[in-house]
């Protein structure tokens, strides 16, 4: 009886602490809005921060763009081919890549790559006192710190996302047109039929609220660290915190992208 | 020189993007900064189910236009379909628009077939002659059934009523 | 007194009390800090220094009390007042919290860049004329990771000093640093009183240093402020706290051994 209690009163914890770190990351948010209406703008850290999250995964994206694009490709073909349609690989590829796999790759990949560094960063600057060193000069640290990585977050993850989906394109026109012989102007006029600008549009809205999500998450993770349990944890702290953001803004951007995909 | 060099990288990235994104909403997505010149037509349908804005016109297999608006007729219970013809392609007054579908299972668009009078539509008038969507399920219940209505076709003329 | 208001303080503190859930971290705290003079708060690890800098800094709000400081109330001032009296401050953090991004010139720069107009020229000039004071014109273009301890705490003094703050917080000056250093880091903190007048507060538990520098002496134990007074009065006092801190006893003297072996073991 008392440990069934017990039970109850751990998972009663655990709510309010993710309620908590929700109201804190909606907080952050409001924060950052409040600092982006108010002057001084200054541009230079927005450039900085977007050179890191967007310009430095690149390659990545492009990589696993290309991929991505090929598995489609191939996975479509041996679909459309048992019903003698290969003609509508062009469609299949592109309305997969720009609706669903484009941004969520992509907002991943960012996760993976520069979210999981920004909550090291922040979580290190904020057990070294980096913080509080920022916060006595009078700078605050949302706008000084918090802003300019969720304005890069907000422009990178799209501007990614329109790579990812070129270049996938291309990855699966590769192994559809040159691999297996598909007539290369049915797989291109397939796409153009198919898509319409709702579905680019429907990607590039996906991507504005991924970018915004994932360095929001990441953000508050590493800069309130000090809020929860892994703040006392020095170095493992910032790794648990670490481990925490990525596997938070993870489910975040998977799960808004059903939300966005059914309200749409 | 390090300062220059992010901003550099960061603006090639910058331009690597918005590229990859107009190619996207320009070729494949179809968004056009101008609209394509031409004209546009308007047709009534009994049925259009499947047809979507932004769907193709074609006549003799040729894309000719593009479907630039559908509304709902109350007083008549009809589909109003806004045809965007291309500049160059004349249209009849006596022309025939039908509701097709690509194979059996695929994409509806409109096929436009050339009638015989000399006279020309302009912008913003109506093609008469239409031809509703052919329902396969409609098509299988009257051969099943054996129920033939008075036209004897699938497709009404809704021109005629 | 060196010619400041002699009748209001740099920093005033009444009655102030710090719960951290059950626990009373501070326990009605009463301080005062004359303008110009140098007060370090000592005490052993655990006696509250820290949250009592860190309310000082409105980087903690209190449960109760009152904080003045350069005449506002830091406990109750809105966010905008706190930072504005922070222009007015410079503090140096124990591991000197310098960016690690950011070399060490661009650390010191940075208040001025955010706070002032000042074109680019001047604010270099002006970084190092406090990195000289600091004596480590050497080090302008070093990132933090290559510098040692003693230069990590020199360069948080110079970023601390750029603004000509009215008031200096050091926190630990000379921990972790070897004896010499320490010595020149007390040398660094009397030039600074002397020469610019900036009223400083220390935090350590360092005694050496603390006899070097203090004008007075605020000693704190288990959250309470035990005793307030200049060096002379501390060493004088007949407080047995405050002798076996200056003699640096250990917590207590074992005197009845069986009695304390049973402690360890239990009911064996």
């Known amino acids: 009886m008392a440990s069934i209690a017990k039970h109850v009163e751990s998972l009663g914890a655990y709510c309010i602490t993710a309620m908590e770190q929700t109201g804190r990351t909606f907080n952050m948010l409001l924060q950052v809005l409040w600092e982006l209406l108010h002057p001084p703008y200054r541009f230079y850290p927005i450039v900085r921060q977007m050179y890191f999250i967007g310009a430095r995964s690149l390659t990545l994206i492009i990589v696993s763009g290309v991929t991505i694009g090929m598995v489609l490709g191939l996975q479509f073909y041996n679909i459309l081919q048992r019903f003698g349609s290969v003609e509508l690989l062009g469609a299949g590829v592109a309305l997969g890549v720009i609706r669903e796999l484009g941004p969520v790759m992509t907002a991943l990949m960012v996760v993976g790559r520069a979210g999981s560094s920004i909550t090291a960063e922040l979580g290190i600057m904020r057990i070294t006192e980096q913080v509080d060193a920022l916060e006595c000069m009078a700078i605050s640290p949302d706008k000084f710190l918090i802003a300019p990585k969720v304005v890069a977050g907000l422009l990178s993850v799209p501007l990614l996302t329109m790579v990812f989906d070129f270049v996938a394109l291309f990855g699966g026109y590769f192994v559809g047109v040159k691999m297996f012989g598909v007539a290369e102007g049915s797989y291109w006029n397939g796409m153009t039929d198919a898509v319409e600008w709702q579905d680019v549009r429907l990607g590039l809205e996906k991507s504005f609220v991924f970018g915004v999500l994932v360095t929001l998450i990441c953000c508050s993770r590493g800069f309130y660290m000090h809020l929860t349990k892994a703040g006392s944890q020095g170095a493992e702290g910032v790794s648990s915190a670490t481990t925490d953001a990525v596997v938070l803004s993870s489910i975040a951007v998977l799960f808004s992208d059903f939300l966005i995909g059914a309200l749409a | 020189m390090n300062k220059i060099n992010v901003q550099l990288i960061t603006g090639i990235f910058v331009l690597f993007g918005i590229a990859a994104f107009t190619y996207q909403a320009v070729t494949i997505g179809g968004a056009s900064i101008r609209p394509t010149p031409g004209y546009t037509l308007v047709a009534r349908f009994d049925s259009i189910s499947g047809l979507r804005v932004g769907g193709i016109i074609e006549a003799a297999g040729v894309r000719i236009g593009t479907i630039s608006g559908i509304k709902f007729d109350p007083d008549n219970y009809k589909a109003i379909v806004n045809l965007r013809i291309n500049e160059g392609v004349p249209v009849q007054q006596d022309a025939i628009v039908s509701v097709r579908t690509q194979g059996i299972i695929g994409e509806k668009y409109i096929k436009l077939s050339a009638g015989g009078f000399p006279e020309l539509l302009t912008d913003g008038m109506e093609i008469h002659e239409t031809e509703s969507a052919v329902s396969l399920e409609e098509l299988v219940s009257k051969y099943i059934f054996n129920s033939s209505s008075g036209s004897g076709s699938g497709n009404n003329s809704d021109a005629k009523k | ?268």
């Open chain 3, 1 to 268: 007194m060196t010619g400041n208001t002699p009748t209001t303080n740099a920093i005033t503190i009444r009655d102030l009390v710090v719960d951290y859930g059950p626990r009373r971290i501070l326990n009605g705290i009463n301080l005062d800090v004359p303008h110009g003079q140098i007060m370090v708060i000592m005490g052993q690890s655990g006696a509250g220094k820290s949250t009592l800098l860190r309310c000082i800094l409105g980087l903690k709000k209190p449960t109760s009390g009152s904080i003045q400081m350069l005449g506002t109330d830091i406990a109750t001032a809105s966010r905008k007042e706190i930072y504005k009296a922070r222009k007015q401050i410079g503090v140096a953090f124990q591991g000197g919290a310098l960016f690690s991004s950011m070399s060490v010139a661009e650390n010191i720069q940075l208040a001025l860049h955010e706070h002032t107009d000042l074109d680019e020229k001047t604010i270099q000039i002006m970084t190092r004329i406090k990195l000289d004071m600091v004596n480590l014109l050497e080090a302008e273009n070093l990132m933090p990771s290559e510098l040692s301890g003693g230069m990590a705490k020199r360069a948080a003094l110079a970023r601390a000093i750029i603004m000509d703050p009215k008031l200096l917080f050091f926190d630990e000056p000379s921990s972790g640093l070897d004896p010499s250093t320490a010595a020149e880091l007390d040398q660094l903190i009397l030039t600074l009183k002397k020469g610019m007048g900036i009223t400083i507060v220390v935090v350590t538990h360092e005694l050496d240093s603390i006899f070097k520098i203090a004008d007075h002496i605020a000693v704190m134990k288990d959250g309470n402020l035990i005793l307030t007074g200049t060096p002379q009065e501390i060493i004088d006092s007949t407080n047995p706290e405050i002798q076996g801190m200056l003699n640096r006893k250990p917590r207590e003297t074992i005197v009845d051994t069986d009695a304390h072996l049973r402690r360890l073991t239990g009911d064996f």
